[in-house]
């Protein structure tokens, strides 16, 4: 009777525990899952990336930086390269409090990039993140993710506990709850890992100020002011010199760094001291060995002498802070900074199981509130605002992608002009999907609208920028080709599923109208 009733109270934790968190982690996961091809979804939306990727990212400007520098005085204490990757086929040259200047690799032509923006990448980071919410935002995604790992133990013990095996009529509540714990069950080891370090970013992260103020003496609640010092020390700036000295050429002081550090794969330059006779560059990057402890937070480096390419340090990894290999481990499980294509659509796979696990989730609840006379208008608000969720947010997602090239580069505002009407066209969404009372006419609507959205996508994509999808396979700019590519297969799957959805289903037990008349 105890064990029964433990159970009961278990599942019904388990329950309301997953309401509350069901949408949050719903939305962060159909963003996070978009996140993993934000390297080429951001080459996609600047035309100035849209240039052939360079043979192992090959690139050669040792005539042309010293052009670029005296052109734009950039300032020669400490000159900043990054090379070319899988994430940014451009060449980028700064200093210090001074614009960065582009380059094409292939013919170091200098690229305009006065009106470019990253609006589609970082509004779905911010969704992701829950930044979008001001002040509460990341902490709620911190403790959905928090909640997340309640749900995923109580599964676990419901799981075991239920060793009896009866066999039960096929009813759409036992259609639900087997596929909920079917896939729940097979992705565990995948939402354990985002789960955790979810929750670290999230909720510790940005709960650290506590931590700061109590160990500051309430001077500093910045964690980062605090621990950068001693964790993330940077190289200081070499002392001044008046003596002028010719440096070795980039591209061989660059083959000699490789040559002295096998596994190094550069993603970063600093020349110190430019042309002066105490000159040093610096190499920085991850291991091929070890991308997991050398990512962002903890990258390695081989320091040279720029006048002869003497080696004058090399950071191996066991020489870096305890503290900083445990952050580059969390961060590279939660964002796979320096994994290419094959990990990553492993990984948004697991991410759209996680989400349609999470569907069934509340299929579930919304099936046991079904006949519930007591709970009626709650649960069918609950499934409006589940619909608009779960489905509206794919229109809504897809406007995002039509208004990056339909609105003006040129406008200063254009940030908040797409968020606005990205916002403006989810309350009219809802407005629809309240006034509409059949689910499976709403969800071919907007199934309908986000082919449309994709289909139009695409075509101004290639219309702004005259490379359209035939001209980018020909011109071999393979990532441009396959983000067009993808993103009409899914137009056409879109359009495909709503037109192939049936108005008698499933689902239909969940019509607004129909349940009223039954009452």
Not at 83 to 103: A, E, G, V
Not at 167 to 193: A, D, G, Q, R, V
Not at 219 to 244: D, G, H, M, T, Y
Not at 263 to 276: A, D, P, S, T
Request: aromatic residues 16%.
């Amino acid at each position: 009777m105890l064990e029964k009733l433990s159970i009961k109270y278990l599942i019904r934790a388990h329950t309301v525990v997953g309401l509350f968190c069901i949408f949050l982690f719903y939305i962060s996961s159909f963003f996070g899952t978009i996140t993993f091809f934000l390297p080429y979804l951001n080459q996609w939306e600047f035309p100035s990336k849209h240039i052939e990727r360079s043979i192992n990212d090959t690139f050669v400007i040792d005539n042309k930086l010293d052009e670029i520098i005296n052109k734009y005085k950039l300032d020669i204490k400490n000159i900043e390269i990054i090379p070319p990757s899988f994430k940014d086929s451009r060449i980028s040259i700064s200093s210090k409090n001074q614009s960065t200047i582009f380059l094409n690799p292939n013919t170091n032509q200098e690229l305009d990039t006065f009106y470019e923006y990253s609006n589609i990448s970082e509004f779905i980071n911010e969704i992701h993140f829950g930044e979008n919410i001001p002040i509460i935002g990341t902490f709620l995604m911190g403790l959905s993710s928090t909640a997340i790992i309640f749900l995923i133990l109580t599964g676990i013990i419901l799981f075991i506990s239920n060793k009896k095996k009866i066999k039960e009529k096929k009813t759409p509540k036992k259609i639900w709850f087997n596929w909920h714990k079917k896939i729940s069950l097979i992705i565990i080891p995948f939402l354990l890992i985002f789960v955790i370090t979810g929750a670290f970013i999230g909720l510790m992260l940005n709960t650290s100020n506590i931590f700061s103020l109590s160990v500051s003496q309430y001077k500093e609640s910045n964690l980062r002011k605090l621990v950068a010092p001693i964790i993330f020390k940077q190289k200081e700036n070499l002392p001044s010199s008046q003596i002028n000295s010719e440096m070795l050429a980039l591209s061989l002081l660059y083959k000699t760094a490789k040559e002295n550090y096998k596994n190094l794969e550069i993603r970063k330059i600093n020349i110190y001291n430019y042309k002066k006779e105490n000159s040093q560059i610096v190499f920085s990057g991850y291991l091929n060995n070890n991308r997991a402890l050398s990512g962002n937070i903890n990258r390695v480096d081989i320091t040279l002498n720029s006048i002869n390419a003497q080696v004058l340090s090399k950071t191996n990894l066991d020489q870096t802070h305890g503290i900083k290999q445990s952050l580059s481990a969390f961060y590279f499980l939660h964002f796979l900074p320096d994994e290419t294509i094959g990990i990553r659509i492993l990984f948004s796979i697991f991410g759209i199981l996680l989400i349609a696990s999470l569907a069934f989730g509340y299929l579930l609840w919304a099936e046991k509130k079904l006949n519930s006379v007591k709970d009626y208008m709650f649960s069918a608000f609950m499934n409006k605002f589940a619909l608009l969720v779960i489905v509206g947010v794919l229109p809504a997602c897809s406007l995002l992608f039509v208004l990056h090239w339909i609105i003006p580069f040129e406008i200063i505002d254009r940030d908040i002009w797409i968020k606005g009407l990205f916002y403006t066209f989810l309350c009219l969404s809802f407005c629809y999907i309240l006034y509409e009372s059949q689910i499976l006419k709403i969800i071919k609507v907007l199934l309908f609208i986000t082919g449309i959205f994709l289909f139009i996508a695409v075509f101004l994509h290639g219309y702004k920028t005259n490379i359209y999808i035939w001209n980018s396979f020909e011109q071999n700019l393979m990532v441009i080709f396959y983000v067009d590519l993808v993103l009409l297969l899914i137009s056409f799957l879109s359009f495909f599923f709503s037109k192939k959805i049936s108005n008698k289903g499933i689902l239909n037990r969940f019509d607004y109208k129909r349940n009223l008349d039954v009452k």
